[in-house]
């Protein structure tokens, strides 16, 4: 089994204590470090090599979680980064995701999904909090706002199915049966017309359009993960 290495940014200390008990009662988990400002993590990246940060965004210091995110992974060090996080601010969460974490989950929700977004990020798939994507629905709902699935051509909705599941380019291919470069076309135009940089925003978008629904993508999801 492999080690999986989390490092934890948040600034209380009964945070950190608590979720490094949670995360090293599991085999497979183990907490190199914990970080109560974005700085301290900048400075301790190389030391604890960690394979995901789970990061607060809202932290003391001269920067923001926000910030943190993007300068960790301007290192191109091979770390994911999760947002931890009371806020269900949607720009930030937009920000967090721009800045490059592919996974973001509630401080208030339950352990399991917490678990849930480690394991699945370690495994190169994306993890967005099923209560987050709720949320996201019910406020589409309420507002009235329409069903942008005209936006998009069939296929497209397929590759966006599959993005939001985390699946690679030739994973994609493979199932679709069409080619790797047909895939990086179809993903180009839906970041496009999703006006989204990344596959991360894309499933928030894809989710807040009600372009997928969260039934959707927990049917199609391996051993129920994201």
């Given at each position: 089994?492999?080690?999986?290495?989390?490092?934890?940014?948040?600034?209380?200390?009964?945070?950190?204590?608590?979720?490094?008990?949670?995360?090293?009662?599991?085999?497979?988990?183990?907490?190199?470090?914990?970080?109560?400002?974005?700085?301290?993590?900048?400075?301790?990246?190389?030391?604890?090599?960690?394979?995901?940060?789970?990061?607060?965004?809202?932290?003391?210091?001269?920067?923001?979680g926000?910030?943190?995110?993007?300068?960790?992974?301007?290192?191109?060090?091979?770390?994911?980064?999760?947002?931890?996080?009371?806020?269900?601010?949607?720009?930030?969460?937009?920000?967090?995701?721009?800045?490059?974490?592919?996974?973001?989950?509630?401080?208030?929700?339950?352990?399991?999904?917490?678990?849930?977004?480690?394991?699945?990020?370690?495994?190169g798939?994306?993890?967005?909090?099923?209560?987050?994507?709720?949320?996201?629905?019910?406020?589409?709902?309420?507002?009235?706002?329409?069903d942008?699935?005209?936006?998009?051509?069939?296929?497209e909705?397929?590759?966006?199915?599959?993005?939001?599941?985390?699946?690679?380019?030739?994973?994609?291919?493979?199932?679709?049966?069409?080619?790797?470069?047909?895939?990086?076309?179809?993903?180009?135009?839906?970041?496009?017309?999703?006006?989204?940089?990344?596959?991360?925003?894309?499933?928030?978008?894809?989710?807040k359009?009600?372009?997928?629904?969260?039934?959707?993508?927990?049917?199609?999801?391996?051993?129920?993960?994201?």
């Open positions: 089994m492999a080690m999986i290495r989390v490092a934890l940014v948040d600034d209380h200390r009964v945070v950190t204590r608590s979720l490094k008990a949670f995360l090293e009662s599991f085999p497979d988990l183990r907490v190199v470090g914990a970080a109560v400002s974005g700085e301290e993590m900048l400075a301790r990246l190389d030391e604890w090599s960690p394979d995901v940060i789970l990061q607060d965004l809202l932290i003391p210091g001269g920067i923001d926000i910030e943190t995110t993007r300068r960790v992974l301007a290192t191109g060090r091979p770390v994911k980064v999760v947002a931890l996080t009371a806020s269900m601010d949607e720009a930030r969460m937009m920000g967090v995701l721009r800045a490059g974490a592919v996974g973001y989950v509630r401080k208030d929700a339950e352990p399991e999904v917490l678990l849930a977004a480690v394991r699945a990020v370690a495994a798939r994306t993890f967005i909090d099923p209560g987050v994507g709720q949320t996201l629905v019910s406020a589409r709902l309420k507002s009235g706002s329409l942008d699935r005209d936006e998009l051509t069939g296929r909705l397929d590759v966006l199915r599959h993005l939001a599941l985390g699946r690679s380019n030739r994973e994609i291919a493979a199932t679709l049966d069409i080619g790797d470069e047909t895939v990086k076309t179809h993903v180009a135009r839906v970041l496009s017309k999703l006006q989204v940089e990344n596959r991360t925003q894309a499933i928030v978008q894809a989710l359009r009600g372009l997928v629904t969260l039934e959707e993508l927990d049917d199609t999801s391996p051993a129920g993960e994201r």
